[in-house]
C-alpha cells in the first residue's frame, strides 16, 4: 500500500509514523508513507493557503488551489491516484468497517485540513470522500489522518505479529473485552479474581463473558440496544451476531 498525506504540518506524523507497528510496516514494506506540505504548493509571496469565505461568516477556509496542485503533485508518485479522503467534521464517522475497507486498497491520499474547513470544490473536484472520527473538535485534520492511517495499516497482512491478529475476528467489535490480569497475585491488597488461578477452563470463559456483558452494559449500552444494524444485531461485515439481550438474560 502507498499512502500520501497531505498536510501544513508534516512535522506532527514524525513521532507516530517512526514508532512500533507503524515503523515495523514500513520497514517491512507493507506501507509506504509519505508526508506531502501543501504550502509548497502555493504560488504567492505569502505562501497562502487559506481565505475568506465568500457570503461571509467566521474563520478561513482553505483555498483549492495549493491543494490542487499538490494533489496533482502527487498523483504522479504513484501508479494511480487511489481512493482521496478527506478528514473534516462534515463527514461520514470512521468505523472499523470502514478501516477493514480502506485496507484493501493498494493507494490512499489522505488529506488533514487546518482552519473553519475546505472549499467545496476541494472535496467535488479530488473526488474526495469526507471522513470524520468522531463527534468531537479537533484543532485540525492531522490527528484524524493519523488514526486513520494507524487504524488501517494493522489490518495489513504480516503488520502484527499472530497473537495480535486472531483477536481481530469481527465478533471482538460485538461486546467490551473482560477484565484481565497478570502478575503478581496480590497487588497493593487487590487481589486477582480467584476463579482464573482456579485452571477451570470452561468457568473461566463463562466467568469472561458474564464480565464483558456487565462491562459492556456499565459502559457501552448502546452496543446492546436493538434497532438497526449499524449498532447491534449483525457484525459490521454481515455475518450473524448472537442476541446479546438474550445472553444478558441468561447470564445475570
Ligand atoms: C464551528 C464549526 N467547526 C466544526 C465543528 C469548525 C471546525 C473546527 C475544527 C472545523 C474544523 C476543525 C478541525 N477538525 C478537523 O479538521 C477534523 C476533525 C474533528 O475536528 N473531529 C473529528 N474528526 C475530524 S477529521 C478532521
Redesign the pocket.
Known sequence: MRIDILTLFPEMFASPLNCSILKRAQERGLVAISLVNIRDFTTDKYRKVDDKPYGGG??MVMMPGPLFDCAEFVDRLGPERGRVIL?????ER?TQAKARELAQESRLVLI??????FDERIRIGLGAEP???????????EL??MVVVDAVVRLLPGALGDEDSAKDDSFSEALLEYPQYTRPEVFRDMKVPEILLSGDHAKIAQWRRQQALERTRQWRPDLLETGDRERKGESDDGTARPDQRQAAAEES
Not at 488533514?112 to 474547513?117: L, M
Open positions: 467566521p474563520g478528514l473534516t467534521p462534515q463527514g470512521f488533514a485540513g487546518r482552519y473553519e474547513g471522513l470524520s472520527i468522531g463527534d468531537y473538535v479537533l484543532n485540525g485534520g484524524a489522518a
